[in-house]
T-cell receptor, first 115, second 113 residues
Framework: DAGVIQSPRHEVTEMGQEVTLRCKPI?????LFWYRQTMMRGLELLIY????????DSGMPEDRFSAKMPNASFSTLKIQPSEPRDSAVYFC?????????????FGPGTRLTVT | GDSVTQMEGPVTLSEEAFLTINCTYT??????LFWYVQYPGEGLQLLLK?????DKGSNKGFEATYRKETTSFHLEKGSVQVSDSAVYFC????????????FGTGTRLTIIP
């Protein structure tokens, strides 16, 4: 299996621009999670989906952030407009309910720099 | 709410030293507990887990025991290697890891030859 795929791996943009991060979960997984990692705040859960439906978006910092999951194999996290404080590594993870492993599989992350 | 408190880093050890990274948690009920590891430039990957009191998770020479009486899940390894250099995260989940994980702040471990 290819694992969780994220794109782009690196993104540099100017303040005020729209940024779209993409994630392809492991095939067959029914949960998808978006995290943000910074030195100051550590690892934060932003939002997660079950069967393409958002379950908890309480971690989304503000209205500038939005996430969608139009189908089981694709999700996006959009920031509009971007700000320097959004600079971070964004991870996508997926998991499968009902099994015994209870494991979330993380993608390699997208490093976002907003100048 | 749920929380995880980890030993502050960074931690630097010599190769073959004994490792302990402390982790305590606050949660109602009976959470599942996890250790994740993040190697440089990569995402997190599950190192080991325990789903009920007194369970011991183990993998790659690492061990951690779920201690409900002390609400702890300390990570140990008897003899560390340079390749163990990474950031280690303790985490808990209410529902066997399929719903959201609450992470500790992470502990950066560096092993010197």
């Amino acid at each position: 299996d290819a694992g969780v795929i994220q794109s782009p791996r690196h993104e540099v943009t100017e303040m005020g621009q729209e940024v779209t991060l993409r994630c392809k979960p492991i095939s067959g997984h029914d949960y998808l999670f978006w995290y943000r990692q910074t030195m100051m705040r550590g690892l934060e859960l932003l939002i997660y989906f079950n069967n393409n439906v958002p379950i908890d978006d309480s971690g989304m910092p503000e209205d500038r952030f939005s996430a969608k999951m139009p189908n089981a194999s694709f999700s996006t996290l959009k920031i509009q407009p971007s700000e320097p404080r959004d600079s971070a590594v964004y991870f996508c993870a997926s998991s499968l309910s009902g099994g015994h492993s209870y494991e979330q599989y993380f993608g390699p992350g997208t490093r976002l720099t907003v100048t | 709410g749920d929380s995880v408190t980890q030993m502050e880093g960074p931690v630097t050890l010599s190769e073959e030293a004994f490792l302990t990274i402390n982790c305590t948690y606050t949660a109602t009920g009976y959470p599942s507990l996890f250790w994740y590891v993040q190697y440089p430039g990569e995402g997190l990957q599950l190192l080991l887990k325990a789903t009920k009191a007194d369970d011991k998770g183990s993998n790659k020479g690492f061990e951690a025991t779920y201690r409900k009486e002390t609400t702890s899940f300390h990570l140990e390894k008897g003899s560390v290697q340079v390749s163990d250099s990474a950031v280690y995260f303790c985490a808990l989940s209410r529902n066997f890891g399929n719903e959201k994980l609450t992470f500790g702040t992470g502990t950066r471990l560096t092993i010197i030859p």
